[in-house]
């Protein structure tokens, strides 16, 4: 079978390890792909960095720091700090050493004329992900968050002011040139399940779903969607979507996110949808718009609770078969 994920960032990242270790258990040879957000991607002294990926990259690696929830374990940061010093990288955005050696490695690449596709091949055949990562688009979208005095980049907003600036609305630059890449193409059209990581559903997921092509490649595709909340109980996970959320009119809640996705049926995207148990009283009114719904355990604490996540998600999809 071949699993397609959709997401970025920490809540994909724990939602992708919880899969492959079901996968490992079962003894299947099912595959993983995973089509990353690249709209929080940004320049920052010269070097381009990925957030979303390097957070997929490092936790499937087994070199991600789980104490921050970011970059690598073991990190030292002089170089951070020379470059604030000299005043090339702004001081609320630290770059570890052996991240800025991926961040390096990736910049070369594209310099020298390689795609993203290519550099994310070529980050992945380091270590044995067991899981292909792909990015949505080759093209540049990064996220401008766009506030009463003006725009200013999704990092800003959301490392710096940590989303305390009122956001007006999110906007991809240049996304209307933007397409697929081949990888999340092949991807999709090939998956014979595809699954909504319980990523940000604005700035992570958001993006993926308004490159141009993106929403008929899921309308057109014959394995069913099946999304996972990242809220519970009426709170986030992790991070600060109910900003992203409330700044878009959506209210904060397993429900309102469904419907904001929509059902498949109705134009939207989703067959089924995953919500904890403290939000049962949901499952009636979204299976009425559409959307079949099952309310499972869905903290994420450890690789047997991760695990049990994804085998709920596979499960829901293969009652649609």
């Known amino acids: 079978m071949r699993i397609t994920v959709i997401g970025g960032g920490v809540g994909c990242a724990r939602f992708v390890l919880g899969l492959r270790e079901h996968v490992r258990r079962t003894g299947n040879d099912d595959t993983i792909d995973v089509v990353v957000n690249t709209a ?35 990190e030292t940061e002089r170089v951070s700090a020379e470059l604030a010093a000299w005043g090339t990288a702004p001081d609320w955005f630290t770059l570890g050493d052996l991240d800025l050696g991926t961040h390096i490695a990736r910049t070369a690449w594209l310099r020298a004329g390689e795609s993203v596709s290519d550099v994310y091949r070529r980050l992945g055949a380091r270590w044995p992900l067991g ?44 996304i209307d040139q933007a397409r697929p890449s081949g990888g999340a193409h092949e991807a999709i059209t090939r998956a014979d399940v595809i699954l909504l990581a319980p990523s940000n559903p604005i700035v992570s997921i958001g993006p993926v779903l308004a490159i141009p092509g993106m929403r008929d490649l899921l309308l057109s595709s014959r394995a069913p969607v099946v999304g996972v909340s990242g809220i519970i109980d009426g709170s986030v996970v992790r991070g600060m979507a109910d900003a992203c959320l409330a700044a878009v009119g959506i209210e904060t809640s397993a429900r309102a996110v469904a419907q904001h996705y929509g059902a498949r049926r109705a134009s939207g995207i989703l067959d089924g949808w995953l919500v904890d148990e403290t939000d049962a009283e949901s499952v009636g009114p979204l299976a009425d718009a559409g959307i079949r719904t099952r309310a499972v355990p869905l903290w994420m604490r450890d690789a047997d609770s991760s695990a049990q996540v994804a085998r709920d998600a596979l499960e829901l999809a293969a009652s649609f078969t």
């Open 40 to 74: 929080d991607d940004w320049w920052v002294s010269g070097l381009r960095i990925s957030p979303d990926h390097d957070s997929l990259l490092y936790a499937l690696a087994g070199v991600n720091d789980t104490d921050r929830g970011w970059g690598r374990t073991g």
């Open 131 to 174: 899981a292909a990562l792909h990015p949505a688009t080759d093209a540049e979208i990064d996220t401008q968050v766009v506030t009463r005095d003006g725009q200013i980049h999704f990092q800003e907003w959301w490392a710096r002011h940590r989303a305390q600036v009122p956001a007006l609305g999110f906007e991809q630059q240049n």
